[in-house]
Structures are given as C-alpha cells and as structure tokens.
C-alpha cells in the first residue's frame, strides 16, 4: 500500500556568464564545475538506474541561461578544452602522487571521474547536456520544467508587468526550443510570488509552480492541508508547497546528511594545498588560487584536521543515508495521512547544484533514494503533474507573497547593499515598453538589431543573482560590475538610436558577449 | 474544513525559519578572479518624475524616488527651504505613515508592519499645511505573517482538468444541476473573480456538492 507521495524538485542554475575575449576567464569556469561535478554525475546515474530497471520520477527545473549556456558552441569549446586540462592535472597528480597509499588512489579516482566524463559528454550526450535532460524527458521519467528567463526576481521587476510577461514568454520560447515541448511548469525564480503573478502564468500554459510553504499557510485562505496537498491559484495554477522537513535533512550542512564525516571536505583542495609552481597552471591565469575539483580529504570533523578521503566508504554510507531518509518519510506520510482524508504528499525541492559540487556524494544518495523506494514499494516517487492528474481536485488558494530566501520574504534580493539597482531596472524596463511601441513596425533591420540587443541587456541585468551576490558578499565586484554592464550597455545602445548613429562595432561585440536568446525580437516586450 | 488543519499547517511550518534555502550552492561554485578589465559608467539620474514603492518584508518596504527638473519648476519647489512629503496609505485611502525629505532622487526603507493589504505612496507638497499630492507609486499588496482559515464562504475547491474546471464550494449543501436559481446565480457571482479566466467553460451543471478532496 502506497503510504504516500514523493515530489523531489533540482533548480538547475547559473547565471549567464561568457567572455569570448578572454581564453580561460574564471567565472566560465562555474558552468564547467557545475557541468562536471553535477550534471553529468546525475544523469549517468539517472542512466544507470534506468538501466537497472528502477523506476524514477523527477522534476528539474533548467533555467532558460543554463539551458543557453549549455548550448553554446563557443562555451562547450572551452568546456573540453577544460577537460582535458583537468585531465592533463590528474595524469601530473598520479605521478606524484606515486607510492602514497592514500593518495594516489585519490589522484586516479578523480583523474578517472575526468576521462569518463569526457567520455560521457561526447558519447551519450553527443556534446551536448541537454541531450541527457531530453533522453529522460522524452522517457517521462524526469519532467524538466522552465524559470524566468534570466531568473529575474519577479515580485521586484513586476512595476512594470510587461518586464514579467517577458521574462515568462522568453522562458517559454526557450524551453521549447531546447526540449521540443512547451514546459508545464515553471520554478519561479527563487521561489518568489507576489499576488497577480499566477494570471500571468495561466496565459503562458503553466499549470503549476512550487512555492515556500507560507505562502499556502499564509495565504488566503490558508492551505488546509498545509503543504501536504497542492492549491490552485484564483487563476487555476496548481501551488505546490516547500516540505521543510525533507528539505532540511539534506540541506543543513551541521545536521544533514552531507556533513557526515566520511563524505569528502569540500574546501580542502589541491588548488590551495599545493606548491605554487606545481598548481599555477591549473589555477587562475592571474595566479589567484582555486578549486581545482582534486580533493583528497573527508570531512573528519569540524577542526583542521582531516584524513584521506575514501570513496568506497563514503558511496556505501549512501545507502544508509538513502534508506534514513526513506524511513522518516514513510513516518511522515504515516502522520500525515492520520490527519488527512488522502493520501499525503511531500516535496522535496533543492538546489541541483547541491548534489555533486557542494556534497560530492548527492547524486549516489539521490539515486539510492530512488532504489529504497522502488525497492520498498511503501512510498511512489512521482511529478507535480502526475499528482495533479491523480488528484484534479485541490482547495483554492491566493498564495501569501513569498520566497524561498532566508526570512522567507524579500530581503534577501533588496537591502541597503543592493537596492541601487532597482531604480536603473524599472527605469530600462520602462524605456523598452517605450522604444518598443515607438519602433514595433519599423522595417529597419539595424534599429532591430539594436533594438533587440537592448532587451538582451535588460533580462541579463534582471537577473537575480547578481543582487543575491551583492547581499552574500561573495563574487561581489564581479555582480557589481556585470550590474552595471547592462546598464551601461543598454543606455549606449539606447543613444544610438536617439542619436541616429549606430556603433556596428559596439554592437557586434555586445551581440557576441552576451548573446543570449539569438531568437528574440525586441518585439516581444510588446506582444507578451 | 479539515479539523486537522492547525495541525498540518503547525508541521508545515515547523522547521521554515530554522534554516534557510538561500544559501544557495551558487555561494560556494562562485570565486572571483581578476578586477574587471573595464568599469562601466551608468546614469546619476534620469529626470524623470518616478516614485516606486518595493516589499521587503512583513514589517520593512523600500521607496525610491525621483522629482524632475520640470516638476519642481511647474510646482515651484525649492529643495534648498522646501520639504517633499510623502505618505503611505492603504487602497482605501487610510493614512499608514508618512516622512519627508529634501532631496529630488532619494530613497527610504520604511520599517513599519502593515499587514496583508494594499498599499500606495503619495509624494506632495505642502501648501498652507495641506499637502498636495504630485503623484503616486505603483500599489503593492503587502505580505501576511498569519493564518487566515476560511469562513464557511471562503473555502473553495476546484477541480481541474486538461480543458475545463470545476469549482466546487464545499459550504453547498445540495447540488442543483441545470437550475438556474437565484441561489445559484448569487453563488456564481461570488465565484465569478475565482473563475475569469475559464468563465466562458464555467457553466451551472458544473457547480457540485464537495465535501471530501479527492
């Protein structure tokens, strides 16, 4: 008998970041970690346990920059070449590495991680990530589902509503072209509603959207069944409500799962171990230290000191992590369904790039999830549609606006360190509504040319992290300044216009830096 | 209404502030290398009449502000001796707060609790001690940090599928299909702003008797 249902949701995202002038910039190199230690370890096992014949369900959320980003010739040029410079680095660290009981097998384990991934990207996934997401889309085993197009933060941009209705009909646009299929649900981008925005996403097709859980225990009215069931919006788009439980056995880095001593340290890395010399052409060009990925230690405990990484113990302790993590769920749903008159649901968002960056072991821990459930048969993994399908009929609710951010609100994204932008946002959005109408039928191909290079400028400098970088002071000057390039960007462009007078060479290089979304007209600002 | 609510909303909320899912894996996949190559210059100003007011929290909102050239030579506005006022006040006119300034572009984070309601800023002068309003703000609708279970008359149900949807208002005591009563008509007026997007698929047969969820 099923006792209940499990909703696991991965957010999938990075922000849109490519400088074709530079060969080796840093900040690409957050898409290549992600790709290497994320998405491709998630979906060789996604591969493997299909091939075991376990039966799986999961929903991904693929923002529309990652997507972009993932697709982008130039971007995967540089990703191998990063492949084989990590390989090139495993191959020195085997060497020297030679006669230590501990750590060559280390070295080899990473060197190989390298080759195979290689392997893998240019097999099965023919050089291309999202080969892999459609493979399991098309199988109905994996529901990818859209963001904003830039992961714009909604509540704040939404002065000018035209900015949303963009920032979903781009998102639209783009899932379709990279999967073929219009998306049927939507991560907002950081969880973050404000009242109204479900009408916008009724008109684009989106049937539902996942939501922090006071958004349904604060709206109006509450949820009745807490987050345990879904509601639908007064514009019928099903909200499906953080379970905070589920979500903080894994995220908590002091309680969770992935601060077991066993499971490999994060922050011990041969990047800052190492001799200079030796390192210096693994690490930044201008000789700043980095992760190089080749990490050799286990979390040992919370001092200094820590031993050699063992990744025979640490894939084991997944299965017991796994077969905890059933068990309380199944307690869960036990409590739950007492208190409900049907079967109760739980979902379980996280961040995608939790699993493999942060706690290397994720993925094998998700996958074991996914074998003690199919194993067990007490709990049935299954997608927010799926239920929905199940059952069509849920209380109706104006969810509480809301994130998913610390507080729950909005602080995060708008404070005394990053509530400059906003008034350049609002003021950009509202000059492209303008310029837009003025221009919609004018048969110049330069004007659109510009025209449309303005709206890329707009939605790049939407996105959210770069106000959530501001607020964590991490990468600070580099969301600082890349703030500022699209506002700058988009007012040079906007003065050549005013001023009949069109830079083609500023142009081009705009187009090509930030190159995002080549199918867009400036249009769309209007007809969305 | 389900008389288990409290209790499922208390475990939904249970551990939602004890940590925080904005500690995104962003945090720890983001380093910095070298300062910028170029730094980019971006207007001070833009002169134009503007006046937003942004949510932050249940007891914090963000107002920004611009009064251009034109305007405070139209309305005779010396900032050097006279004072902007501005006020905050809900949608039905209810006067929340209210502060001044001195400064043509400024900002000001209001750090006061207004619950689960529409609000608006004004900015004004005053003349003879009466303000005048200039304009006003784009109208936000403010968080709530409560529960708010239903009456009887606020808990609805839909019912969804592929092409149409059902409302179903579990207070209804019978199910009168195909009528067209004044009860009927009166339910269906109080449904009406639940149903506007698919009023034209929303017809009296689909009006149900609901009680149980599934």
Redesign the interface.
């Given at each position: 008998m099923i006792k209940g249902y499990w909703v696991p949701v991965l957010h999938s995202?990075?922000?849109f970041v490519k400088h074709p002038k530079y060969e080796n910039?840093?900040?690409e190199h957050?898409l290549f970690?992600?790709i290497t230690e994320c998405y491709i370890p998630l979906l060789k096992r996604l591969k493997g346990l299909e091939d075991e014949g376990v039966d799986f369900r999961l929903t991904i959320s693929m923002t529309p920059p990652l997507a972009e980003m993932l697709d982008d010739d130039h971007l995967m040029d540089k990703y191998q070449k990063y492949l084989d410079k990590q390989i090139e680095l495993g191959n020195k660290e085997v060497e020297r590495t030679k006669g230590d009981e501990h750590f060559h097998p280390l070295a080899v384990f990473y060197r190989d991680i390298f080759i195979e991934s290689k392997e893998f990207f240019n097999g099965f996934l023919e050089g291309n990530v999202l080969t892999g997401y459609k493979y399991f889309y098309n199988k109905g085993s994996m529901e990818v589902i859209t963001c904003g197009a830039t992961h714009g933060f909604l509540?704040?941009l939404s002065?000018n509503v035209q900015a949303v209705r963009t920032q979903i009909e781009i998102a639209v646009q783009a899932h379709t072209r990279h999967f073929g299929r219009a998306p049927k649900g939507i991560w907002l981008p950081?969880?973050a509603y404000?009242?109204?925005l479900d009408?916008i996403l009724?008109e684009k097709g989106i049937k539902f959207f996942i939501v922090?859980?006071?958004a349904?225990?604060?709206?109006?009215?509450?949820?009745?069944?807490?987050?345990?069931?879904p509601t639908?919006t007064?514009?019928?788009v099903?909200a499906f409500?953080?379970?905070?439980?589920s979500?903080?056995q894994v995220?908590?880095?002091k309680e969770g799962y992935p601060g077991d001593i066993n499971y490999r340290d994060?922050y011990r890395d041969i990047g800052y171990d190492l001799d200079f010399d030796y390192i210096k052409p693994y690490i930044?060009p201008?000789g700043?230290r980095?992760?190089t990925g080749y990490k050799y230690h286990k979390i040992t405990g919370e001092t200094d000191y820590k031993e050699a990484y063992n990744p025979g113990i640490a894939k084991e302790i997944t299965k017991g992590h796994a077969a905890d993590f059933h068990f309380h769920r199944e307690k869960q749903m036990e409590?739950?369904s007492s208190?409900?008159?049907?079967t109760p649901m739980v979902v379980s968002?996280y961040?995608a790039?939790?699993f493999g960056?942060?706690w290397f072991e994720g993925p094998e821990f998700l996958c074991n999830m996914f074998r003690e459930i199919h194993k067990n048969g007490t709990l049935k993994v299954i997608t927010p549609i799926e239920y929905?399908n199940m059952?069509?009929?849920?209380?109706?609710v104006n969810p509480?606006?809301?994130s998913?951010?610390?507080?729950?609100?909005?602080?995060?994204w708008?404070?005394?360190g990053n509530?400059w932008i906003?008034?350049?946002l609002?003021?950009m959005a509202d000059i492209m509504q303008e310029y837009a109408q003025k221009h919609f039928h004018t048969n110049d191909s330069n004007l659109s040319r510009v025209l449309t290079q303005m709206l890329r400028e707009l939605l790049l400098g939407q996105s959210s992290?770069w106000a959530?970088?501001m607020t964590?002071a991490?990468?600070?000057?580099?969301s600082v300044?890349r703030t500022?390039?699209h506002?700058?960007?988009f007012?040079e462009l906007k003065g050549m216009i005013d001023y009949n007078n069109i830079d083609f060479a500023k142009l081009k290089e705009f187009e090509e830096k930030n190159s995002i979304f080549a199918f867009i007209n400036f249009k769309i600002f209007i007809t969305s | 209404m389900n008389p288990n609510t409290n209790e499922l909303v208390k475990s939904s909320m249970e551990l939602e502030n004890s940590f925080s899912s904005s500690s995104h894996v962003i945090d720890t996949l983001v380093s910095e290398g070298e300062p910028p190559a170029t730094i980019y210059s971006i207007p001070d100003r833009y002169n134009k009449d503007t006046l937003r007011v942004l949510l932050v929290n249940t007891k914090k909102y963000y107002v920004y502000w611009e009064i251009s050239d034109k305007t405070l030579e139209e309305q005779g506005l010396d900032l050097n001796k006279d004072k902007l006022y501005f006020k905050v006040s809900s949608k039905d006119g209810a006067e929340l707060f209210e502060f001044t300034s001195s400064f043509a572009l400024g900002e000001y984070f209001i750090k006061l609790q207004f619950e689960n309601m529409k609000i608006v800023v004004s900015v004004g002068k005053k003349v003879d001690d009466k303000f005048e309003e200039l304009f006003n703000s784009n109208k936000v609708h403010t968080f709530s940090s409560k529960m708010n279970l239903p009456s009887k008359e606020d808990e609805l149900w839909a019912k969804r599928n592929l092409s149409w949807t059902e409302i179903v208002r579990s207070t209804m005591k019978e199910a009168v299909l195909g009528t067209s009563s004044a009860e009927q008509v009166k339910e269906l007026e109080r449904l009406r702003h639940f149903t506007q997007m698919e009023e034209e698929k929303l017809s009296s047969s689909t009006i149900h008797k609901g009680i149980k969820n599934d």
């Open positions: 995202h990075l922000p910039f840093l900040e957050w970690e992600a509540p704040i002065v950081e969880c404000y009242d109204g009408e009724n922090d859980s006071h349904l225990t604060y709206g109006r009215p509450t949820s009745l069944n807490g987050v345990y069931t639908y007064p514009s019928n099903a409500g953080r379970d905070a439980l979500s903080k995220w908590s880095s994060f930044n201008d700043v980095v992760f409590h739950l208190l409900m008159d049907r968002p961040d790039e939790l960056h942060w929905l059952y069509p009929k849920n209380q109706v509480n606006p809301s998913w951010g610390d507080k729950g609100y909005y602080d995060v708008l404070n005394e509530a906003y008034r350049h609002h003021e992290d959530f970088l964590t991490t990468a600070t000057e580099y300044n500022k390039e506002i700058s960007n007012n | -």
